[in-house]
């Protein structure tokens, strides 16, 4: 067993880790993706406030975050509240400012040529994708990594919703958002 909730987190992102640097393909969606980067940087590092996990969280643990350990995401900053529903400044849920109505993000076109997996992962038949919420609704554009290569986005909002990229001998996609037939995704 485990001590901590934070520590069996880390156990399960390491393996996750370890599946896809070995040759694995992962698919994250919703608030997976930017809790597994979160979970990787802050090994090491007690992240969690006291009514979590019973004890207090290390002194300037923002300052310990390592970035180089993450997939996507980089310079994000950690949110203390608990009253708010929220990991980092890499979600842009509390940052839109787009109605329902207008919420739409479009998907990039490779070449299946130059490009097959993007291709693949982009084949909807459609450019333009209608929006919806969930815990991780979507990511900053200035928290994701320039090696990500982004394949569905918001550009007027400045947020990427579809993204991918490699690590070690395998390949990972994270999803904004977390039920397309439910846009609020109240909890």
Same mark, same amino acid.
């Given at each position: 067993?485990?001590?901590?909730?934070?520590?069996? =987190?880390?156990?399960?992102?390491?393996?996750?880790?370890? @599946?896809?640097?070995?040759?694995?393909f992962m698919f994250?969606?919703?608030?997976?993706?930017?809790?597994?980067?979160?979970? +990787?940087?802050?090994?090491?590092?007690?992240?969690? $406030?006291?009514?979590?996990? !019973?004890?207090?969280?290390?002194?300037?643990?923002?300052? =310990?975050?390592?970035?180089?350990?993450?997939?996507?995401?980089?310079?994000?900053?950690?949110?203390?509240?608990? $009253?708010? @529903? $929220?990991?980092?400044?890499?979600?842009?849920?509390?940052?839109?400012?787009?109605?329902?109505?207008?919420?739409?993000?479009? +998907?990039?076109?490779?070449?299946? =040529?130059?490009?097959?997996?993007?291709?693949?992962?982009?084949?909807?038949?459609?450019?333009?994708?209608?929006?919806?919420? !969930?815990?991780?609704?979507?990511?900053?554009?200035?928290?994701?990594?320039?090696?990500?290569?982004?394949?569905?986005?918001?550009?007027?909002?400045?947020?990427a919703r579809y993204?991918?990229?490699?690590?070690?001998?395998?390949?990972?996609t994270f999803y904004?958002?977390?039920?397309? $037939?439910?846009?609020?995704?109240?909890?």
């Amino acid at each position: 067993g485990y001590s901590k909730v934070s520590e069996e =987190k880390l156990a399960v992102a390491l393996r996750i880790r370890d @599946y896809v640097v070995g040759g694995g393909f992962m698919f994250a969606m919703c608030s997976a993706t930017d809790s597994f980067d979160i979970a +990787l940087s802050a090994k090491g590092v007690d992240i969690c $406030e006291p009514m979590f996990d !019973g004890d207090p969280s290390d002194n300037n643990y923002q300052n =310990k975050i390592d970035f180089s350990k993450t997939f996507a995401f980089k310079d994000y900053e950690l949110v203390r509240n608990p $009253e708010e @529903y $929220e990991f980092s400044s890499i979600d842009m849920t509390n940052k839109r400012s787009i109605a329902r109505t207008e919420d739409y993000f479009s +998907l990039q076109e490779f070449s299946a =040529k130059w490009d097959p997996v993007p291709t693949m992962l982009c084949q909807n038949h459609t450019q333009l994708v209608k929006g919806f919420m !969930g815990q991780t609704t979507s990511f900053d554009r200035n928290t994701i990594k320039s090696t990500v290569l982004v394949l569905g986005e918001n550009k007027s909002n400045g947020e990427a919703r579809y993204i991918h990229g490699v690590k070690g001998k395998g390949m990972w996609t994270f999803y904004g958002g977390h039920d397309p $037939e439910d846009y609020q995704h109240r909890v």
